[in-house]
């Protein structure tokens, strides 16, 4: 997969390839240790404003400079992905939300990385919170859910979707 060496996190040897349950991955020749290729969890966000507007941010950070996206990011180790999901909103907009949902579970590819299982939850703002852009952020806006704008990320995008299917079938519902 790549040429450069690896060593074991327990013991330091150099690591041999080894194929496991069919898989050519490296493991200790020392230890028990298996340098598994295991996906990063991230969530993306879709929160509602008092109105049902949704909340996004124009991104201040690489990759995706100046373009708009969902609150979200990766989850920590010790952390329920809910309680990331809520973290990462207070952190870019700066404001604190309730989740109320999940929308969706996302498998995001990458070439020359590994890949990410992304959560997206539907949440809305606390009472009386006010979203102001986090550092990672230019700016934040809201926007009623079918005006919002292109978001930089495909599993953004996603989770959009699967919220304005949510947001229409409601309307149904209710007329
Ligand atoms: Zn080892």
Redesign the pocket.
Same mark, same amino acid.
């Given at each position: 997969m790549n040429s450069v060496s690896h060593y !074991?996190v327990? =013991?330091?040897?150099a690591l041999e390839p080894r194929v496991v349950e069919g898989r050519d991955l490296e493991a !200790?020749p020392? =230890?028990?240790?298996i340098l598994w290729h295991d996906p990063k969890v991230v969530t993306m966000v879709v929160v509602e404003d008092e109105r049902g507007d949704v909340v996004v941010g124009r991104r201040s950070i690489e990759p995706g400079y100046g373009l708009w996206c969902l609150p979200g990011g990766y989850v920590n180790d010790d952390e329920h992905p809910a309680d990331s999901a809520t973290r990462e909103c207070r952190e870019e907009i700066g404001a604190d939300v309730e989740v109320t949902g999940l929308l969706g579970v996302y498998h995001i590819r990458k070439r020359d990385a590994p890949s990410m299982v992304g959560i997206g939850y539907r949440a809305r703002l606390r009472p009386g919170e006010v979203p102001i852009a986090g550092s990672e952020m230019l700016e934040v806006a809201a926007f009623p859910g079918s005006e919002v704008p292109e978001l930089v990320f495909t599993s953004h995008r996603q989770a959009m979707r699967d919220w304005l299917a949510i947001w229409e079938q409601s309307r149904v519902e209710t007329t």
């Open positions: !074991c327990n =013991c330091g040897s !200790c020392s =230890c028990s240790f």
